[in-house]
């Protein structure tokens, strides 16, 4: 069980963090020039420095600083750009055009494929939940994760104001390979002038800061299972070796492959998370019948089908249009209720195999803190 976590949380780290490298080279091609490749390399050695040299107390630091300059750098821009829209007199973006963004011909099914992958999909991220250790206890850990919670829905609610700008000023952008382009271009063609050019400098650095940040946080967290369960020592030396094992992959994969938009990538990574470990913390922590061998089915078919069907996209086998395109690309409508039907399934097919302790624990996850004896604080 520990061997196929250690996997998976491997696999979606290293996937995920092939669009944070992507989009650092596609930010730094466009205000530059540069070829994409630099943009890669640069985060990824940024990267490597910070883990390697000051661990999770410099990460912890990095993102707090990252979060509120990529927050300020994309809030400041969307309010000129809302105010320069407002006095331009153009109309407004129906729902039906904002759900054009997608290349598929299934766009509403796309849309909730995306919706399901980012809202379960998030709780089973490797640099999310490494963030729990850091906690010195259950109550602090709960009072982080509401305020994570209401800071990161500031954040999403400007998104959508980029997304239904671009289709009014960037609409050639719009379902072809460039989309991502989009925020980066928005100033000059909105505002334009000096003006457009400080604001498109601010979004740059605000961009910069979210890759290095995410990015940061990815390798930390794939880095401490390759130092745990890959490497034969567990000493910073061996830290700092799988620190450049966990970037190195996805920096190859981000040259090699050919470039899928950031955006469909993050949700092919989000898709595998929900599509696994979503299953497995929500029945771990609720459902006492959980068997070993349920987990076990629920993460290899609901993250192994998810995985598959990424696969699948990335390689380019099922091509848009089309249902099966639709189904691969966006599989977290279908692969999360396999993952969650698996474990059940085969857990109520071997109630033997329930482990020993496992009410006792369940007493311990849901007591408060103060009757656990040891655990006063």
């Known amino acids: 069980m520990r061997r196929l976590v250690s996997v998976l949380v491997v696999g979606a780290g290293w996937l995920?963090?092939?669009p944070q490298l992507q989009g650092a080279g596609l930010t730094l091609k466009i205000l530059t020039g540069a070829p994409g490749w630099l943009g890669d390399l640069l985060v990824a050695?940024?990267?490597v420095v910070a883990v390697a040299a000051g661990g999770m107390r410099s990460i912890t630091f990095v993102q707090v600083f990252q979060y509120w300059l990529k927050l300020t750098a994309l809030l400041v821009p969307a309010i000129f750009l809302v105010l320069a829209w407002q006095g331009d007199g153009r109309p407004r973006v129906t729902f039906d055009e904002q759900l054009s963004v997608f290349r598929a011909d299934h766009p509403l099914y796309a849309t909730y494929g995306l919706i399901v992958?980012?809202?379960?999909?998030?709780?089973g991220l490797p640099h999310v939940v490494v963030r729990f250790y850091t906690s010195p206890n259950g109550r602090d850990a709960r009072r982080t994760t509401v305020a994570v919670l209401a800071l990161i829905g500031v954040f999403y609610l400007l998104p959508p104001v980029y997304g239904a700008l671009g289709r009014l000023y960037a609409p050639e952008l719009i379902g072809g390979g460039d989309a991502d382009a989009a925020v980066l271009l928005l100033p000059g063609r909105v505002i334009g002038g000096l003006g457009g050019d400080l604001l498109g400098a601010l979004i740059a650095g605000g961009a910069f800061a979210a890759f290095l940040s995410t990015a940061s946080g990815l390798t930390m967290a794939v880095a401490g299972v390759i130092t745990q369960d890959v490497l034969p020592s567990r000493g910073v030396r061996h830290f700092r070796l799988a620190t450049v094992l966990a970037i190195s992959v996805p920096l190859a994969g981000s040259l090699m492959v050919s470039?899928?938009?950031?955006?469909?990538?993050v949700g092919?990574?989000?898709a595998v998370s929900a599509s696994s470990f979503c299953p497995l913390l929500v029945l771990g922590i609720w459902w006492r019948r959980l068997t070993p061998p349920g987990a076990?089915?629920?993460?290899?078919l609901g993250g192994g089908s998810a995985l598959l069907s990424v696969a699948i996209t990335v390689s380019g086998a099922v091509r848009p249009p089309g249902w099966p395109h639709a189904l691969l690309a966006w599989p977290a409508v279908w692969s999360v209720p396999v993952g969650f039907l698996a474990m059940i399934l085969v857990s109520l097919a071997t109630r033997s195999r329930i482990p020993a302790g496992t009410n006792a624990a369940m007493t311990r996850f849901h007591l408060p803190e103060t009757l656990i004896p040891g655990r006063h604080r």
């Open 296 to 300: 076990v089915a629920g993460l290899l």
């Open 117 to 123: 992958a980012t809202f379960l999909g998030t709780m």
């Open 268 to 270: 092919m990574a989000f």
């Open 259 to 265: 470039r899928v938009p950031v955006a469909d990538s």
């Open 16 to 18: 995920y963090l092939v």
């Open 45 to 47: 050695s940024v990267v």
